[in-house]
């Protein structure tokens, strides 16, 4: 209920409801209520009347048409126009019960051993510091909100193939392999609609296309480089990363070439994978990103973009991918799970914090743009130190089973999947990623959209 107040000379007898309330310049409507109020000014000797009108929605008060001087003069003669009047202390519920406020106690810490100094020598103090006090309102929560997050913050993953049909990833609901010359661009023309203009290509390889070297990884007339082109050609503006491994290409589903005893070639895998960044960087994309974690592999791949002209190519380096059980939908949207063993033996050790630094520092002398952190919210503590030792951006990817399992949550009514959704967001951006891969990207940014307004 918003009240307006008034204050008038007077020098008429009575008025009462409707007649004071024309006279003050309101104008009745059936949700107004009014209340006239006649007192003696004891400054000047002169009666005045208040008229307050309370109703749902703001009205503007009719001006008095008096200059800035008779405002002030009025004031200073301690005829200040009223307002309306403190909000009332809100009750507590019956049976609360009545305590002072909370005291602070001073603790001295001597040796091993902690003496209460307040019950010794009888020293108190007020609770002076209430954080509580800056979360009282949803203005306040806002003006001292220290992480935000917007559509911009997003990169959106897609999955594409040849076919010209969208077909439905069963793992991941609402995820789709699209097809490349219409379901793609129709997904890239929604996203951009409300703010999300960055995203990353993925590619199911037909089969007959996979070879122990992955081959097909650098064909400068496949699958990815021609989708690069066509959206280039549509969307100019369009920022595009690409993923840069041999698992999508690779007959043996690793992201490397492997040996007959099944160890991943480090320096062969690299040199193809300098050929597949090329090719990339020539069709159009903005940021090649290494998933492979090859040793050096940043460092060749700048030297061999550079020599080709595309110094202007940005590296975003997977630098602490781990060998995580939340890739598994991911895996079935392109059918590339290794045809045997795991792949532990590059990437890293889910137990290993330290390690992290050890690959941070690699790819920063290497050359590396962005340093991604995979998957996300099982490692923000990756992402928080990686933010605190790097003065490079920071990029965290929301893995396929972190999708997966929001997803499977909502559907079964145990979250609330939006909030789930937009809560491990903020988490990702809180613990330091400057920008978040997601599949949640499109939803998430139609959500803050629809919030702004």
């Known amino acids: 209920m918003a009240s307006n107040v008034v204050t008038f000379p007077c020098n008429i007898g009575a008025i009462k409801g409707l007649d004071c309330a024309t006279f003050a310049g309101f104008k009745p409507s059936v949700n107004q209520s009014f209340v006239c109020v006649r007192r003696v000014d004891k400054v000047c000797n002169r009666r005045l009347f208040t008229v307050r009108a309370s109703e749902k929605h703001d009205t503007p008060i009719r001006k008095t048409g008096l200059s800035d001087e008779e405002c002030e003069a009025a004031v200073v003669a301690g005829n200040a126009p009223e307002a309306p009047p403190p909000p009332p202390r809100p009750a507590a519920p019956a049976g609360t019960p009545v305590v002072s406020s909370i005291l602070f106690r001073f603790f001295y810490v ?13 020293w108190f103090q007020s609770l002076n510091r209430r954080p509580r006090r800056n979360r009282r309102s949803p203005a306040l929560r806002a003006a001292f909100q220290e992480t935000s997050i917007s559509p911009a913050n997003f990169v959106y993953p897609l999955f594409i193939h040849e076919g010209e049909e969208d077909t439905p990833i069963g793992a991941m609901p609402g995820c789709y392999r699209l097809g490349w010359k219409h379901g793609l661009v129709e997904e890239v023309s929604k996203a951009r609609d409300v703010g999300v203009n960055s995203i990353v290509l993925f590619p199911k390889v037909p089969d007959a296309l996979k ?56 320096d062969e895998t690299v040199h193809q994978l300098c050929k597949q960044a090329v090719a990339q960087a020539r069709a159009g994309a903005d940021v ?9 592999r940043v460092g060749e791949i700048r030297s061999s973009l550079d020599a080709e002209g595309f110094q202007h190519v940005s590296i975003m380096s997977y630098t602490a991918k781990y060998a995580s059980a939340f890739y598994g939908p991911f895996r079935e949207a392109l059918d590339s799970n290794p045809r045997f063993g795991d792949k532990k033996t590059y990437q890293m050790n889910p137990a290993n914090y330290r390690e992290a630094l050890v690959e941070a520092q690699e790819d920063e002398s290497e050359g590396a743009d962005i340093l991604l952190v995979k998957p996300g919210l099982p490692y923000l503590d990756i992402i928080s130190l990686l933010r605190e030792k790097s003065p490079l951006p920071i990029a965290a990817y929301q893995v396929s089973g972190e999708y997966s399992m929001i997803k499977a949550g909502g559907v079964l009514k145990m979250i609330d999947e939006e909030k789930v959704m937009m809560e491990s967001l903020m988490c990702l951006r809180r613990a330091g990623a400057d920008i978040i891969l997601t599949y949640f990207a499109l939803q998430a940014a139609r959500y803050l959209c629809a919030e702004k307004r």
Do not use: Q, W
């Open 110 to 122: 001597i040796s091993f051993y902690v003496v209460d100094a307040c019950a010794a020598f009888g």
């Open 211 to 266: 070879t122990p070297t992955g081959d097909e990884a650098y064909n400068e007339n496949g699958l990815v480089p021609r989708a690069i082109r066509l959206l280039k050609d549509k969307y100019p503006d369009l920022v595009i990363y690409t993923d840069v491994a041999l698992d999508p290409y690779s007959s043996d589903g690793h992201d490397g070439i492997v040996r007959e005893d099944g160890v991943i070639m480090n």
């Open 288 to 296: 090649v990103s290494p998933s492979d974690m090859m040793d050096g």
